[in-house]
């Protein structure tokens, strides 16, 4: 069987990628892996600033990229920014369910607002823009979803409620999708990271002390102990929709340092 990426090619050559969140940390990191690796990228963020700045950043690095603001949790965003990818690059082949938002509240003081926009940017983000790419992967018999889940969907952390719901739901979601999507050539896996630099973390974590502290606390065992970096989610996220991983899906790929093992 000849394979993409076989004989030292790039991994995507003639792909493209939508990647969601795709303006920072570890969305921005896995769009200019995959644009290494050969893929077009559809940067949909919700941040006009970053969105852009990663389009010049593929672009720089001689790929296609397309990308204007976008809330992937709003359907009609979702429907236009597909529709752009798709009439720029004549298909999209990858979606990377990334978007995120963090949020600290415990059963007192969790309010609807707070669950239903962490539900809605996780879960719904991941229902609506899989949907939307799913009717693009269907004709060529071939598509990639990954979802970035958590850590904290398999971990009870107090202050995570509905973050960690909305990553369960996504991680049983990813399940019934690679059931339902396997006969199109559409593959669904997850990448759960354990905590990782990035801009939605840095703060709470602002001195070399705090991030050795947390990786100790979190249980990272793999040496030297520290916090993961967002390319090493990438390295998975490209792993997932690469020429190696064909036979694999519905599964979760736990990128911590050890310190979960399922
Ligand atoms: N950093 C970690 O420790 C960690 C650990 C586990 C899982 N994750 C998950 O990884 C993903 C990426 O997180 P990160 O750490 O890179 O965060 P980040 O804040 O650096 O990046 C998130 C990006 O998502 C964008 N975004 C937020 N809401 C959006 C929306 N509605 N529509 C489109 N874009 C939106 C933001 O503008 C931002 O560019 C998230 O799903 C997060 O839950 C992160």
Redesign the pocket.
């Known amino acids: 069987m000849k394979k993409r990426g076989m004989g030292g090619a790039v991994q995507l050559e003639g792909r493209v990628a939508m990647v969601?969140?795709g303006?920072?940390?570890?969305?921005r990191a896995s769009a200019l892996m995959l644009a290494r690796e050969g893929a077009d990228i559809v940067v949909?963020?919700?941040?006009p600033e970053?969105g852009q700045r990663v389009v010049a950043e593929v672009e720089a690095l001689g790929r296609g990229a397309v990308g204007f603001p976008?809330?992937?949790?709003d359907r009609l965003q979702v429907q236009e920014l597909t529709k752009a990818g798709a009439e720029r690059f004549g298909k999209i082949d990858i979606l990377l369910n990334?978007?995120?938002?963090g949020a600290y509240s415990t059963i007192r003081d969790l309010t609807d607002e707070i669950w239903d926009r962490i539900v809605a940017?996780?879960l719904r983000?991941m229902f609506l823009c899989s949907q939307a790419v799913v009717e693009h992967m269907i004709p060529q018999g071939w598509g990639r979803i990954v979802n970035?889940i958590?850590?904290?969907a398999f971990r009870g952390r107090a202050g995570t409620g509905p973050y960690a719901a909305a990553k369960g739901g996504m991680l049983a979601y990813s399940r019934v999708l690679a059931a339902e999507t396997a006969p199109w050539g559409i593959t669904v896996n997850n990448v759960a990271?354990?905590?990782?630099l990035?801009?939605?973390?840095i703060g709470g974590f602002p001195s070399e002390q705090a991030r050795d502290q947390e990786a100790r606390s979190s249980g990272v065992i793999t040496q030297p102990v520290r916090l993961a970096e967002?390319d090493e989610m990438a390295g998975a996220v490209l792993y997932l929709c690469g020429p190696y991983s064909a036979h694999v899906t519905g599964t979760t790929l736990h990128v911590n340092g050890g310190s979960y093992m399922p």
């Open positions: 969601t969140g303006g920072s940390g570890i969305g949909c963020d919700i941040s970053a976008t809330d992937s949790s990334n978007a995120g938002i940017v996780h983000s970035i958590s850590r904290a990271p354990g905590t990782t990035t801009p939605m973390t967002a």
